[in-house]
């Protein structure tokens, strides 16, 4: 049987987020990407990832003024959490692609700071980036961010990225899903296609909203 993990989000989670939707404002104005709600905002450039083979949406990015944040919204039980295990299975999986990883004690709890591998330029030496990983277990979901750029290596951006985190809204539904399936994201009708070049392993394509 599985260890049970208690859940893992900021004391303040319920007032100032990521919130479920439930606990949002309904009328305020968001971005409705299916198990997300984004807060537009100026400077704010929303990036979809799409799977090749399915057309599959199955990440949201958002870029803004150097920082970049990858949100991910999971189903996960009512009343314990995932993002121990998860956290232990990104860490291990950036340990065996030569990367290295510390755990601190972040503004949304456990979180695992990444120095990991990245694509050197043609005949260039090795190079690398820092990614912050982080999670919040919510109600009958978990949403995990990627924070890089300046974000994840300069305190006044960081701050910024953050806020923009806890404005997330996820939208579990009413479904039933097995804990760790991904909650359907979708693109707004105003989605165009973004020429930004293969993605690694060509297996996902990017678009802008």
């Known amino acids: 049987m599985p260890t049970e993990h208690p859940k893992s989000a900021p004391p303040d989670r319920a007032v100032n987020g990521p919130l479920d939707d439930d606990e949002a404002n ?3 104005p968001y971005v409705d990407l299916g198990g997300v709600k984004i807060v537009p905002r100026d400077g704010l450039h929303l990036r979809l990832e799409v799977e090749e083979g399915t057309g599959r949406v199955v ?7 150097g920082s970049s944040l990858q949100v991910q919204p999971f189903a996960a039980p009512r009343s314990s959490g995932i993002w121990h295990e998860i956290r232990e299975q990104i860490n291990e ?22 120095q990991v591998p990245a694509q050197a330029e043609r005949g260039g030496p090795p190079v690398s980036r820092i990614a ?6 919510g109600p009958r979901w978990f949403l995990r961010g990627v924070i890089s750029g300046d974000g994840a290596v300069d ?51 990017t678009l802008e909203a």
């Open 26 to 28: 309904q009328v305020r």
């Open 59 to 65: 990440a949201v990015g958002l870029d803004i003024e």
């Open 93 to 114: 999986q950036i340990l065996r692609q030569g990367g290295t990883t510390r755990l601190v004690d972040g503004p949304f709890g456990p979180e695992l700071i990444a």
């Open 132 to 137: 912050r990983f982080v999670g919040v277990d």
């Open 155 to 205: 305190a006044a951006a960081a701050q910024q990225i953050e806020e923009l985190f806890r404005s997330v809204v996820v939208v579990r539904g009413t479904a039933p899903m097995p804990p760790r399936d991904l909650i359907p994201l979708r693109m707004p009708p105003d989605a165009t296609a973004e020429a930004t070049g293969p993605a690694p392993d060509n297996a996902y394509r």
